[in-house]
């Protein structure tokens, strides 16, 4: 068969081996310089992406500590504001005409009451209500300062940010929210960013987690969305999802840029850097253009000395040549292709030579061969037949007549369209041509006329020179057996939909431990698809770790039991505890074929149930043990003390819990009950337990100190960390304790003997005036 693309070549095989030689010659050179440049390139990008990261990765930091020195600025100064005056606005404006060398942070400075309501400026701004604007609510919601979204200010309708310091009452409400403006056009810290752009038509810009443009070349989309305009930008729509790096992306003009981002702390800003390929990489491309160039020079030079090289080489082959084409005209006798000639060419002619003078010996023994082949195939349970060029029977068995009812002989030199009918000839006409065209066909075809369903071979038949001469044509009748395929798909077909729709990992394992079948599951779950599963190990699709443990229970399986067990799974990337049934397939010899396994997640209901058990121990309030979880514990350390493990016992309150309910509320009694067990924890070893057992009452399982003195100096500790001032809701409290210490061993057998020592020992303390520890000691 030739080869479509050797069509425009010439036909001389001199002149096509030299274009193959030029064509080689060029494709290595373009091959090696395109990859010289394409691993430029990568290198050039990675080095460009690290330059922009860095520069940003500065600007950023840049920008965070002035935010954070004007936020902390205006901290400072709220801070100062006596208490007496945050009623008064005079007393407030005069406060802030003191401070007014802040003017160079910040362009205006005011006060709003919790209400909104402004109570002083150093900015001649007519009276208004903050409520509503997203600086204000933003503050008095998070109760603390913040550096606002960007808006156009009232009295310049400049692009400003606002820096803002609430101040809090006694009982820790918002009465005061101080603020301070900032104008980004003339923020000295954004302009420093001009300095910083990539290359010459590269810029940075600045926007908002929301998309908000802050600082931008074009001034005209500033305080606009970045999406503003029409089209899509990939790396815009990556940086405000939260990606942070650099990424090569289209703008919305279609350029090829590389993009940088990265995010701020002290605001919700992200800093971009934009930088078009064609300016980054414009010394690769020149350099592509140029290896181009160098690449055509090579191959022709190339292609000039092949051509010289193959004229000298080829020359005694198209002598043979000559004389191949003087025999076939019968102008030569087949003694001229003996050339004696010692070499692969003379061997060439010397095989013709054989080749001729056996020809005539093989037609003889060909005509025999033919009329056995007639027979063979005339008692073949199939249609054989062959077909020429022009789409004519010359040869059909005598299985035509047996199964169509057509005679062989009259069917010789007809079309098969006027042997099979129009409508039946189109079905199989694209099959035919592809064969005459030299493609073997094998297919099924359903002849709906005659109801009957043949599988059909056309073979072609190639001559030498690569024509194809004919068609040999195979055909058997499968009525009967594509019926039941097409029952048994049916039946298939319906069986899978219903496994492919069910949450459960449905499988077939036969007895090497290999699947022979899966549901749609197995993709869900694992990432597996169901068509690779067949022939695959159970431990190659599981994991060896899972396969371990569900190997015993397998073997179960195979020896005829059915079996249930749980395991670890891990599904889609997370860790799921899962229960698997093993089937065995038992066949009426009482062998096991296979076994099915069906596989269902109870992830769910362990983890409620694990959420049951741990909810039932934890203290509600300060999110350490309660009552039941300390009974526990106790009895576990009495049981190993019992083997000779140190154990003591640490039983506290907190003194005059009571006052501090009743003179600042139950809110903040649960503050200081929070804080205290958290100190409490914080004074402990990890071994020890802590728990809370109602009201202020808290104790302590203390396993690893074997000395008395050992406890009361851990005791000692825990008082010590209580008498630091506990801050809750703004409050500064005094807050003490007192602690009663037991050994077990010391009288006490059973946990509530130890308790009660324990007790017995914090009324000693609380009886010599609290804020003190006390041993037990035994009468």
């Known amino acids: 068969m030739r080869l479509p693309g050797l069509a425009l070549l010439p036909t001389n095989l001199k002149f096509r081996l030299t274009a193959v030689v030029v064509v080689l010659a060029l494709g290595a050179a373009l091959l090696v310089g395109l990859m010289s440049m394409a691993f430029a ?160 038509t590269g810029f940075l810009f600045i926007m908002t987690g929301d998309g908000i443009l802050i600082d931008h070349p074009d001034k005209r989309r500033e305080l606009q969305h970045i999406n503003a305009r029409t089209g899509v930008n990939h790396a815009t729509q990556m940086a405000l999802a939260g990606f942070e790096g650099s990424t090569v992306a289209d703008n919305k003009e279609g350029e090829s840029c590389i993009y940088s981002y990265q995010r701020l702390t002290a ?49 005694p082959l198209e002598a043979l040549r000559l004389n191949v084409s003087a025999i076939r005209r019968g102008g030569a006798d087949i ?120 599988m059909i071979d056309y073979i072609p038949e190639v001559n030498a020179a690569g024509r194809v001469e004919g068609v040999y044509v195979l055909a058997r009748d499968i009525s009967e057996r594509r019926a039941a395929e ?37 993709d869900t779950w694992l990432g597996v698809s169901p068509a690779s599963l067949a022939g695959r190990p159970v431990a190659e699709v599981l994991g060896a770790e899972l396969y371990a443990s569900a190997r015993p229970h397998l073997e179960k399986a ?97 003194d005059r819990f009571k006052k501090i309910n009743d003179s600042h509320g139950h809110a903040v009694g649960d503050g200081v009950l929070k804080e205290f067990a958290r100190r409490l924890q914080a004074s402990v070893a990890v071994t020890d337990t802590v728990a809370r057992l109602s009201g202020d009452e808290f104790v302590v399982i203390i396993k690893a100190l074997p000395h008395e003195a050992d406890c009361l100096a851990l005791a000692q500790k825990i008082a010590v960390a209580m008498r630091a001032p506990f801050v809750v809701a703004s409050l500064h409290l005094t807050v003490t304790t007192s602690i009663g210490v037991a050994c077990y061993g010391d009288g006490a057998v059973t946990g509530e003997q130890l308790l009660a020592n324990a007790d017995h020992a914090l009324y000693q303390v609380k009886r010599d005036g609290r804020d003190g520890v006390a041993l037990f000691q035994a009468d």
Request: glycine fraction near 8%; aromatic fraction near 8%.
């Open 41 to 200: 390139e990568r290198d050039m990008k990675a080095v460009v992406a690290a330059q922009q990261r860095a520069v940003l990765s500065s600007a950023a930091a840049f920008i965070d500590d002035r935010l954070q020195a004007k936020k902390q600025l205006l901290r400072d100064m709220a801070d100062g504001l006596p208490v007496a005056d945050r009623g008064d606005p005079a007393r407030i404006a005069a406060y802030l005409d003191r401070h007014a060398i802040l003017r160079s942070e910040f362009f205006s400075m005011a006060a709003f009451a919790a209400d909104g309501t402004l109570l002083a400026t150093l900015a001649p701004l007519a009276p208004f209500n903050a409520t509503g604007s997203q600086y204000f609510d933003a503050t008095v919601a998070a109760r603390q300062g913040i550096v606002s979204a960007p808006f156009r200010g009232r009295g310049n309708g400049a692009a400003v940010v606002m820096v803002t310091a609430p101040l809090f009452d006694a009982q820790g409400k918002v009465v005061l929210v101080i603020t301070g403006g900032v104008t980004l056009h003339e923020s000295a810290f954004l302009r420093q960013l001009d300095h910083l752009k990539p290359g010459q």
């Open 486 to 522: 097409v029952r048994q798909q049916q039946s298939e077909r319906r069986l899978k939909l219903i496994t492919d729709h069910l949450p459960v990992l449905i499988s077939t394992i036969d007895r090497d431990h290999c699947f022979s079948f899966g549901n749609a599951t197995f």
């Open 335 to 454: 003694a001229t292709l003996q050339s004696g000639r010692n070499d692969e060419i003379g061997e060439l002619g010397d095989a013709f030579h054989e080749l001729v003078a056996a020809r005539e010996a093989d037609q003889a023994r060909v005509r025999a061969s033919e009329k056995r082949a007639s027979m063979i195939a005339d008692n073949m349970p199939a249609l054989i037949g062959y077909i020429d060029v022009e789409q004519r029977y010359q040869f059909a068995n005598a299985h035509y007549l047996t199964l169509l009812g057509l005679q062989p002989a009259l069917m010789v030199g007809r079309t098969v369209r006027e042997v099979m009918g129009a409508a039946n000839h189109e079905l199989i006409a694209g099959r035919m041509q592809a064969a005459l065209a030299g493609q073997r066909q094998h297919f099924d075809q359903h002849f709906p006329l005659s109801a009957s369903h043949f």
């Open 267 to 315: 605001a919700d800003w992200i800093i971009g850097a934009r930088y078009p390929v064609s300016e980054a990489f414009a010394p690769i491309i020149a350099l592509r253009t140029q290896a181009l160039a160098a690449a055509a020079l090579v191959a022709l030079a190339a292609g000039a000395v092949a051509l010289l090289l193959i004229y000298r080489i080829l020359a």
């Open 558 to 654: 195979f020896g005829g039991w059915a079996v249930t067990f749980e395991s670890p799974m891990a599904v889609a990337g997370k860790l799921r505890i899962v229960e698997t049934t093993y089937v065995p397939d038992v066949q009426a010899d009482g062998s096991v074929a296979g076994v099915y396994g069906l596989t269902h997640d109870l992830t769910r209901l362990k983890e409620t149930e694990e959420k049951l058990i741990r909810l039932a121990r934890i203290d509600s309030l300060t999110g350490i043990g309660n009552r039941r979880l300390f009974g526990e514990a106790l009895q576990q350390a009495i049981g190993r003390s019992g083997h000779g493990a140190p154990l003591a016992l640490a039983y506290l309150d907190i």
